[in-house]
């Protein structure tokens, strides 16, 4: 015989795995990636290179469209942004170089400039003058 509290305890926890079902579907789906018209190519002559370079640092967490376009714009492969952040003295040389990188956003009226800022510029030179395969970057 089942007493209330294990009635209750079941009952929670399916309405918890109930309400849980729609995020998983998508995070089951998100596992795989398919080819599709979103998907980013590289052909023979080097064209969607630069795509390809913007979307990789859009990986890296607080690095939006925007700001990855600046950078790329400013450095238009990763081989020559990782060699100026070898090039420097130090990274936190690197950090202020990439921080003061203006970022446009908006268009006409309501366009605005900011800089890229410290905490992306930071993650974006860990992310590429990282050595440790296993380090987060955080």
Request: contains cysteine; positive net charge; charged residues 20%.
């Amino acid at each position: 015989m089942v007493d209330m509290t294990q009635l209750v305890d079941y009952v929670r926890m399916f309405c918890k795995a109930l309400g849980e079902r729609p995020h998983k579907l998508k995070q089951n789906k998100d596992l795989f990636i398919e080819a599709s018209k979103q998907s980013l190519f590289v052909d023979v002559q080097g064209n969607g290179y630069l795509q390809v370079f913007i979307a990789q640092l859009q990986d890296i967490r607080s690095v939006n469209e925007a700001i990855a376009s600046a950078v790329a714009q400013q450095y238009p492969s990763p081989l020559i942004l990782s060699n100026f952040i070898a090039d420097s003295n130090n990274s936190d040389a690197a950090v202020q170089k990439l921080a003061d990188i203006p970022v446009r956003r908006g268009v006409g009226s309501l366009a605005s400039v900011r800089r890229v800022g410290p905490e992306a510029a930071r993650r974006i030179v860990a992310f590429y003058s990282n050595t440790n395969p296993d380090l987060k970057i955080e």
